[in-house]
């Protein structure tokens, strides 16, 4: 359509809004298409033709530039009945973030459904969202429709033809069932991926860590990439590997942070070695400790006092000095052997108190068994419902009714929830959101009514997530009958 269509046209459309008749106004072509039906019939029909002109015959030509997307991928579970979506906005809409969000996503997941996209959608950017969405995310990172967003099995000659997010899912899955396979996918295909991407990469092979990875990961020490560099050297202290840490800044970072550690003597008749932090005189002590602890890896650490991982654990005096208890858990967490972060875990949750509350520096290394068994100690020994929000890795949906009426921390929701403290009762509704994720459908519908009749208002949006928790339930035993 040409500017003096556009004018035309405009003419006409100031001549009806006015109220007047346009026929004079008219292209001569249209007029004689109006020209024998009477002055009524006239106006309708050029109101017609000017209604196609414009709606549909002459519509702008779209961009060159512009380029036609696919239509969103189908995902492998079944979307979310229509009447749960109102009980699901409300819980998206009291999470606060993109963390918070991508758990209400997961808990719907472990149920057997996905969200409708308009309800919500993982960001491109966002590694933590539930495998089943990874077409999506694949689709917001620009998938052109040339490609098939996954395939059946991830080879060397398909790997192409999978997007980031479906290949991250296809390689986590080989590295379950075969290892070795998707380690020689990493190692071939990776040597071209940019420096994000072969981190990336390297990062997966922390799934079914093993033995046989070695020779790979210590070809990495030469990577032009520091980042990839550091991560193949920490997966290699976790398989036991001795070595400092590159560019530490340091001759020797371990002999130093060692001189951080006191070692002593315990016992009367059996004498046994402890290790203990020694007492720092000055803050410039502390930053130096704190970046020893988290470029050293704990493997070299314990090798220089001659210890086992479990056995300098075991000797470890905690509670001398809370910043080195930290920083040691985390030192473990991120470069001990699996052997030492479950001993470790094991170990600060028969502590109690505030050391078992360390343990959740490991989670995310921790099995599914120890990771119930912390919530659970939490749920029993604190009051503090700031531990809650803490908690990272869960599984969702296996929390009991009996594990909360247990602990102390049903009786503190109840107290936050009555009393007159009005930042108490924020927090405890905040800290709902984590057992709405946490519980099973029958301890979600019965703690909204614990909480109700504590005081709570019962249209509060903290129940929000146990709500949908709990109508997931009704939604899959009415589909079993």
């Given at each position: 359509?040409?500017?003096?269509?556009?004018?035309?046209?405009?003419?006409?459309?100031?001549?009806?809004?006015?109220?007047?008749?346009?026929?004079?106004?008219?292209?001569?072509?249209?007029?004689?298409?109006?020209?024998?039906?009477?002055?009524?019939?006239?106006?309708?029909?050029?109101?017609?033709?000017?209604?196609?002109?414009?709606?549909?015959?002459?519509?702008?030509?779209?961009?060159?530039?512009?380029?036609?997307?696919?239509?969103?991928?189908?995902?492998?579970?079944?979307?979310?009945?229509?009447?749960?979506?109102?009980?699901?906005?409300?819980?998206?809409?009291?999470?606060?973030?993109?963390?918070?969000?991508?758990?209400?996503?997961?808990?719907?997941?472990?149920?057997?459904?996905?969200?409708?996209?308009?309800?919500?959608?993982?960001?491109?950017?966002?590694?933590?969202?539930?495998?089943?969405?990874?077409?999506?995310?694949?689709?917001?990172?620009?998938?052109?429709?040339?490609?098939?967003?996954?395939?059946?099995?991830?080879?060397?000659?398909?790997?192409?033809?999978?997007?980031?997010?479906?290949?991250?899912?296809?390689?986590?899955?080989?590295?379950?069932?075969?290892?070795?396979?998707?380690?020689?996918?990493?190692?071939?295909?990776?040597?071209?991926?940019?420096?994000?991407?072969?981190?990336?990469?390297?990062?997966?092979?922390?799934?079914?860590?093993?033995?046989?990875?070695?020779?790979?990961?210590?070809?990495?020490?030469?990577?032009?990439?520091?980042?990839?560099?550091?991560?193949?050297?920490?997966?290699?202290?976790?398989?036991?590997?001795?070595?400092?840490?590159?560019?530490?800044?340091?001759?020797?970072?371990?002999?130093?942070?060692?001189?951080?550690?006191?070692?002593?003597?315990?016992?009367?008749?059996?004498?046994?070695?402890?290790?203990?932090?020694?007492?720092?005189?000055?803050?410039?002590?502390?930053?130096?400790?704190?970046?020893?602890?988290?470029?050293?890896?704990?493997?070299?650490?314990?090798?220089?006092?001659?210890?086992?991982?479990?056995?300098?654990?075991?000797?470890?005096?905690?509670?001398?000095?809370?910043?080195?208890?930290?920083?040691?858990?985390?030192?473990?967490?991120?470069?001990?052997?699996?052997?030492?972060?479950?001993?470790?875990?094991?170990?600060?949750?028969?502590?109690?108190?505030?050391?078992?509350?360390?343990?959740?520096?490991?989670?995310?290394?921790l099995d599914s068994g120890r990771k119930r068994g912390l919530v659970r100690r939490i749920l029993n020994d604190t009051q503090n419902l700031a531990t809650l929000a803490q908690v990272e890795g869960a599984?969702?949906?296996?929390?009991?009714?009996?594990?909360?009426?247990?602990?102390?921390?049903?009786?503190?929701?109840?107290?936050?929830?009555?009393?007159?403290?009005?930042?108490?009762?924020?927090?405890?509704?905040?800290?709902?959101?984590?057992?709405?994720?946490?519980?099973?459908?029958?301890?979600?519908?019965?703690?909204?009514?614990?909480?109700?009749?504590?005081?709570?208002?019962?249209?509060?949006?903290?129940?929000?997530?146990?709500?949908?928790?709990?109508?997931?339930?009704?939604?899959?035993?009415?589909?079993?009958?």
């Amino acid at each position: 359509m040409n500017e003096l269509e556009q004018a035309g046209l405009a003419r006409l459309r100031d001549g009806w809004i006015s109220g007047g008749a346009v026929f004079e106004l008219a292209p001569i072509e249209w007029k004689e298409l109006a020209a024998a039906s009477n002055p009524d019939e006239q106006e309708r029909r050029l109101l017609a033709i000017a209604a196609q002109a414009l709606d549909v015959a002459l519509r702008p030509a779209a961009p060159k530039t512009l380029k036609r997307r696919p239509p969103l991928p189908v995902l492998a579970l079944p979307m979310l009945p229509e009447r749960l979506r109102p009980s699901l906005r409300a819980a998206l809409k009291h999470a606060a973030d993109a963390r918070l969000k991508t758990r209400v996503a997961t808990l719907v997941a472990s149920r057997g459904f996905v969200l409708h996209p308009m309800d919500w959608m993982p960001a491109a950017s966002y590694q933590e969202s539930p495998e089943v969405y990874a077409p999506w995310v694949d689709w917001l990172a620009g998938a052109d429709g040339e490609k098939q967003s996954r395939r059946e099995h991830l080879t060397a000659e398909c790997w192409d033809d999978f997007y980031p997010a479906a290949r991250r899912t296809a390689l986590v899955d080989l590295r379950r069932t075969m290892p070795a396979l998707a380690r020689t996918l990493i190692e071939t295909k990776g040597a071209s991926e940019p420096a994000e991407g072969r981190l990336a990469l390297i990062e997966l092979m922390r799934v079914g860590l093993g033995a046989d990875d070695v020779p790979y990961l210590k070809s990495l020490s030469t990577d032009r990439s520091g980042k990839v560099r550091e991560m193949a050297g920490r997966l290699l202290a976790r398989l036991g590997e001795r070595g400092n840490p590159a560019d530490s800044g340091s001759e020797d970072p371990i002999a130093e942070l060692a001189a951080f550690i006191e070692e002593g003597k315990s016992g009367f008749i059996r004498r046994r070695s402890t290790y203990a932090p020694i007492k720092l005189k000055s803050p410039a002590q502390q930053a130096r400790r704190a970046d020893l602890f988290a470029s050293c890896y704990f493997g070299d650490l314990v090798a220089r006092f001659g210890k086992t991982e479990p056995d300098f654990i075991g000797a470890w005096q905690f509670g001398i000095d809370d910043g080195a208890d930290l920083f040691l858990v985390r030192m473990v967490s991120v470069s001990g052997s699996d052997a030492a972060v479950a001993c470790l875990a094991d170990l600060l949750v028969a502590e109690g108190g505030k050391l078992a509350l360390l343990v959740l520096q490991l989670m995310l290394r921790l099995d599914s068994g120890r990771k119930r068994g912390l919530v659970r100690r939490i749920l029993n020994d604190t009051q503090n419902l700031a531990t809650l929000a803490q908690v990272e890795g869960a599984e969702p949906g296996w929390l009991e009714w009996g594990d909360l009426t247990k602990g102390k921390m049903l009786s503190a929701l109840r107290s936050a929830v009555s009393g007159d403290n009005e930042v108490m009762k924020r927090s405890a509704e905040q800290y709902l959101e984590t057992l709405g994720f946490l519980a099973n459908p029958e301890a979600a519908e019965k703690l909204i009514g614990e909480i109700v009749a504590a005081g709570l208002p019962p249209a509060s949006p903290s129940l929000g997530l146990l709500r949908l928790n709990a109508a997931l339930a009704e939604n899959r035993s009415r589909s079993d009958r």
